[in-house]
């Protein structure tokens, strides 16, 4: 059977994020997506209007059922939604320390939207740090993590907490012609780039393309590809579908189109 990447991450009724993105995205890898739910979302393409988190035991329970059963390589881990699901991710991690794992920080939505207490999943994501093969924030959620401005210091403190590797997204800087990602390594406590890329950036707003990104590199990642040749795929595999984006409403966030 194909390698498999086990998804924490909740349900978007849209599609266009959250566990759909995983199971699209990780399938487009090549590899085979599991799911292990850790919230029940109220949102469209547009808009978060709430959530209702899944206990800590139903989440354990979802993962252990398929750790068994299924080649798990990977982890993926996207909206967490409360403390307690953080702990049990940790709890979980640490009984798998062999499995790759994907961070991806999500606090709120790209339309804005709520999903989770700021400020209390900040302090908790401290737990899953350094169980990361690689983490993926965006710049805002770069900057919520470390409580730093500077870009820099932000991923160098990501370091000191016991990052591992961090992709910084670009998607939210001031940079109208392009977006930059950049891929770091801990290098003794500091941050050393080992690989940087600069796209066109594309007109609108995309709901789910974080989600999409850091699931397609679980995927190779479980597939056997080392690192930065798994998040290169992955930037030049997601710019080809948000550049074929549905566009559900005019003006509105577009839904990429993973297939």
Not at 59 to 81: C, F, H, R, T
Request: charged letters at 20%; proline letters at 4%; one cysteine or more.
């Amino acid at each position: 059977m194909r390698p498999t990447v086990l998804c924490f991450s909740g349900l978007d009724p849209s599609g266009g994020a959250g566990l759909q993105a995983d199971i699209e995205a990780i399938g487009q890898s090549g590899a085979h997506a599991a799911i292990a739910c850790t919230a029940l979302t109220i949102q469209n393409s547009q808009q978060v209007f709430g959530f209702e988190a899944t206990s800590k035991e139903l989440l354990l329970a979802q993962a252990n059922a398929v750790v068994g059963d299924l080649p798990i390589k990977a982890i993926k881990s996207g909206m967490l939604g409360t403390t307690e699901n953080i702990a049990a991710l940790a709890e979980f991690l640490a009984e798998h320390p062999d499995y790759l794992y994907v961070l991806d920080p999500v606090l709120v939505a790209n339309s804005g939207g709520s999903l989770g207490n700021q400020e209390t999943l900040v302090k908790a994501f401290v737990e899953l740090i350094p169980h990361a093969t690689v983490i993926t924030p965006n710049t805002v959620e770069l900057r919520a993590l470390t409580g730093e401005n500077d870009l820099e210091k932000a991923t160098t403190k990501l370091f000191t907490m016991g990052a591992k590797a961090v992709l910084v997204k670009g998607g939210h800087e001031d940079t109208p012609e392009y977006i930059r990602n950049a891929l770091y390594i801990n290098n003794n406590g500091q941050a050393e780039l080992i690989s940087e890329t600069k796209c066109p950036r594309l007109d609108g707003e995309y709901h789910g393309s974080g989600c999409s990104l850091a699931s397609f590199i679980a995927g190779r990642l479980a597939m056997g590809d080392a690192l930065n040749v798994a998040v290169n795929y992955a930037e030049a595999w997601l710019f080809g579908v948000l550049k074929n984006a549905d566009s559900p409403v005019k003006g509105g966030q577009k839904i990429p189109k993973r297939f």
